[in-house]
């Protein structure tokens, strides 16, 4: 970690504020979602640094099984999915749940994972960040949501932070 790490992290969680609604008076939080939230950073900063330790030594497809075998069975029991079987077995569900694991779990966790070959952990786990950009505008699209100047400002502070970390590539490049 250094400067630019740590401002590009503190604009980036205000950034994150913003977009979520967290700072408005209409969001409330709750100690069970601020924990679940941690939690679930925690558990994304352990991927990030545990791929970047083995990723020169598994290719990043094993990585993902390895990591999603776990999570599955350690979720299961948690999700009580045994009481809604019947209502996964129609052929609708089990279409969106393919969709949903391949093009909304899959195909974003290996390109990460690949992306870590090249790139700090800290660094990916920040411009990971421009997710909920895309996820604001596709609201914005296709479910009508309000689009208002807090989610404006909470994007232009995620890609400053990205800019920010980045300040030195485009240095390093132009002297060359």
């Known amino acids: 970690m250094n400067k630019r790490k740590v401002l590009a992290l503190f604009i980036t969680i205000i950034g994150l504020c913003f977009i979520t609604g967290a700072f408005s ?8 979602a601020i924990l679940l939230g941690l939690g679930a950073g925690f558990g994304y900063a352990l991927y990030s640094i545990f791929s970047k330790m083995i ?4 290719e990043a497809v094993t990585i993902i099984t390895y ?3 776990v999570a599955a069975i350690g979720s299961i029991p948690l999700s009580g999915i045994i009481y809604h079987v019947n209502e996964l077995l129609n052929l609708q569900a089990i279409i969106a749940t393919i969709g949903l694991a391949i093009f909304c779990t899959v195909m974003p966790f290996l390109l990460y994972t690949t ?3 090249k790139l700090e952990a800290g660094k990916a786990s920040i411009l990971a960040t421009i ?3 895309v996820s604001a505008i596709v609201g914005l699209i296709f479910f009508q949501e309000v689009f208002d ?3 404006i ?13 980045n300040l030195n590539l485009v240095k390093a490049k132009s002297i060359n």
Request: proline content about 3%.
């Open 55 to 58: 990723i020169d030594k598994y």
């Open 131 to 133: 997710e909920p950009i």
């Open 149 to 151: 100047l807090t989610k």
């Open 25 to 32: 008076q209409e969001v409330t939080l709750s100690g069970k």
């Open 115 to 117: 992306g870590l070959k």
């Open 153 to 165: 400002l909470g994007m232009i502070c995620i890609i400053s932070a990205i800019i920010i970390l």
């Open 67 to 69: 990591t999603f075998v």
